[in-house]
């Protein structure tokens, strides 16, 4: 895979910067871009389709993929939780002449940079304030306490790998955010 892999995009943030909203406005704007699925082992949340949202497996398909080195990279984001990019869906993407754009966490990330540093572009959404993400969070109400609290103390260690990427905006405004990731992008599809 390392040898053929072509451009693909990395758009990563803490839970609740605003990433996801940013990706599918992208998605929009660029019709060449397509939305990585991933594999993942929590719930299906009420309005998320398996296939469309991610492709919700078991822990043991998720740890047979692991050991059959399906994925880009995995994670296990939160506590029993897995998620992972799978090679296929990146090499699906490809074959129809399409970019890639994996919405995954800053751990993740970070191993992808490391694995595949050319031909990518990685972008890091940053929320204006731990304080703003947690609000955000809260409004958003698909979250217990238990992994609200998660999702927050987790949110400040991924803040600090900050300096690591070239490309960071700060999500104050959702327009404002779009429209310099559109910038970014549209750089990175004409070069
Ligand atoms: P959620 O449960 O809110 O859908 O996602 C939780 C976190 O996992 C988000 O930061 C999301 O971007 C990240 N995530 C989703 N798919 C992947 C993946 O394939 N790999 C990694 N490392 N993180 C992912």
Not at 74 to 80: D, K, N, S
Not at 87 to 101: D, G, H, N, T
Not at 157 to 183: G, M, P, W
Request: hydrophobic share 35%; proline share 4%; aromatic share 10%.
């Amino acid at each position: 895979m390392k040898k053929e892999y072509q451009k693909m995009i990395v758009i990563t943030a803490p839970s609740g910067a605003g990433k996801t909203s940013i990706t599918r406005h992208l998605m929009k704007v660029f019709p060449q871009l397509a939305f990585s699925i991933s594999a993942a082992t929590r719930e299906p949340r009420s309005n998320e389709k398996n296939g469309t949202d991610y492709y919700f497996i078991s822990v043991e398909e998720f740890q047979k993929k692991i050991l059959n080195e399906e994925f880009v990279e995995w994670e296990m984001v939160y506590e029993g939780k897995y998620y992972g990019t799978l090679k296929s869906e990146l090499k699906r993407m490809w074959k129809q002449e399409l970019i890639p754009v994996l919405d995954i966490d800053v751990q993740g990330t970070i191993h992808v940079q490391k694995e595949y540093p050319v031909n990518s572009l990685f972008i890091f959404i940053k929320p204006p304030s731990i304080e703003e993400l947690q609000r955000r969070l809260e409004s958003r109400g698909s979250e217990n306490k238990e992994s609200l609290h998660a999702r927050i103390s987790k949110a400040a260690y991924e803040l600090s790998f900050v300096n690591q990427f070239r490309h960071v905006i700060e999500n104050k405004d959702f327009e404002t955010a779009c429209h310099e990731a559109e910038r970014i992008v549209k750089d990175f599809i004409n070069n």
